[in-house]
């Protein structure tokens, strides 16, 4: 086929392209993922019992705060690498932000702390099981943005399958919120991030063969 | 002053492909045409240069890009340069094409600049090697018939639906499922 025959095939009945803007599609993927995870969450875990105090202590809305800035910071980055030529300008800062923050107030916590106490803060009562069960409420997620990503175009499919992994983490670890007993500012900023970490390396790793175009 | 003069064209091209690109966007498919023809001439300057050592491969490469610029136009955001747009595609099917040959040959890219593409152009079109005709006939009856009749025979949507008894959203459907196929297709191929 010449190429003058190509573009008069691809332009004839070209017609207006209608579809939904990127940022809208990630939304509806990281909802239905979410909606996902939370019933994974209730399923093979449960809510924590004290929920209803937790919510009145400002480490609980650490935490969230937490891992839902590393959810929009990823989303962000998701978002521009779905698209051709797109910057990453701030992005990069904008999830070294609340990373850098928890980490900050997980040295402090340390460092107020009686020696004795350093390692139950670090370690809790769940650090085996928790970054696991992050990965595993991230599967929804997961999937649907990856589904998402698929429809786009992304050049570095490397970084966006990595982008990928860490939106679906952050917003299992959100999810897993609503289970996790902890309260410790050092146990955050080190086990949930590696929670979110899991499913970005996995990401990272599929990016080259599930992200092609 | 050249570099004014080579400025100054950069713009004028950019301004006038984007111009067309958001009016074939919007429905205009003349316009639309008219910028997939002076874009290929732009790609195949860039890619020329870029493969060198295999000539053969550049008419191929500029008709893939093309239909990967034609699958991915809904990525394309009008507050963003196209050029920048338009680069990141071609040089993701250069990596692409590299990738598939075994890195014999490594991307030597030494000229990276974001005005390049559009201040080169070459309509020199030399014969593509690959048969996209053949290829379309191995797709199944439900993404070929779409694309055969909308595309190749000028039918509307609705004609299209009442010649295969198909529905018109599954016409819709299999050109745009189509075009992907192929392009899934010519990388899994060469």
């Known amino acids: 086929m010449k190429t003058e025959d190509l573009i008069t095939l691809l332009a004839t009945g070209a017609g207006a392209v209608a579809q939904p803007p990127a940022a809208q599609r990630y939304v509806v993927a990281v909802g239905w993922g979410a909606a996902g995870a939370t019933l994974l969450m209730l399923l093979l875990l449960q809510v924590r019992q004290d929920l209803g105090q937790a919510l009145l202590l400002p480490m609980f809305w650490v935490k969230v705060g937490f891992v839902a800035s590393l959810a929009a910071g990823s989303l962000f980055a998701a978002l521009r690498l779905s698209r051709p030529g797109a910057e990453l300008n701030w992005v990069p800062v904008a999830l070294a932000l609340p990373v850098l923050g928890i980490w900050a107030i997980a040295a402090f916590t340390l460092i107020e702390a009686e020696p004795i106490e350093r390692s139950k803060l670090f370690y809790g009562d769940t ?87 | 002053m050249q570099r004014i003069n080579r400025e100054a064209g950069f713009r004028a091209r950019e301004d006038r492909l984007k111009d067309l690109l958001v009016r074939g966007l919007a429905g205009d498919n003349a316009a639309y045409q008219v910028f997939l023809t002076e874009l290929s001439a ?60 075994a890195g014999h040959e490594m991307l030597n890219d030494p000229l990276e600049e974001d005005m390049e593409l559009f201040t080169t152009a070459d309509s020199d079109a030399a014969e593509a090697r690959r048969d996209l005709n053949k290829l379309l006939a191995d797709l199944p009856d439900q993404l070929r018939l779409p694309i055969m009749h909308t595309k190749l025979e000028g039918l509307s949507v609705r004609e299209a639906a009442e010649m295969t008894g198909m529905s018109e959203s599954a016409i819709k459907v299999g050109v745009h499922r189509g075009l992907k196929a192929l392009a899934a297709k010519i990388r899994g191929i060469t």
């Not at chain 2, 239909?67 to 747009?85: F, I, K, M």
């Open chain 2, 42 to 101: 732009h790609l195949r300057a860039f890619l020329r240069r870029r493969l060198v050592s295999l000539p053969d491969e550049i008419e191929d490469l500029v008709q893939e890009t093309l239909l990967a610029v034609h699958n991915q136009r809904h990525t394309y955001d009008s507050a963003q340069p196209l050029s920048a747009w338009v680069q990141a595609i071609a040089r993701y099917k250069l990596v692409d094409l590299f990738r598939r040959r």
């Open chain 1, 127 to 213: 650090w085996k099981s928790c970054p696991l069960l992050i990965a595993l409420l991230s599967v929804p997620v997961f999937a649907a943005v990856l589904r998402t990503m698929q429809d786009l175009a992304p050049t570095r499919p490397r970084l966006a399958g990595f982008a990928a992994g860490l939106l679906s983490g952050s917003v299992a670890a959100v999810v897993y919120c609503l289970h996790c007993p902890e309260m410790g500012a050092p146990f955050i900023a080190f086990w949930y991030l590696l929670g979110a970490l899991i499913p970005a390396g996995v990401g990272a790793l599929l990016g080259n063969s599930v992200l092609r175009w």
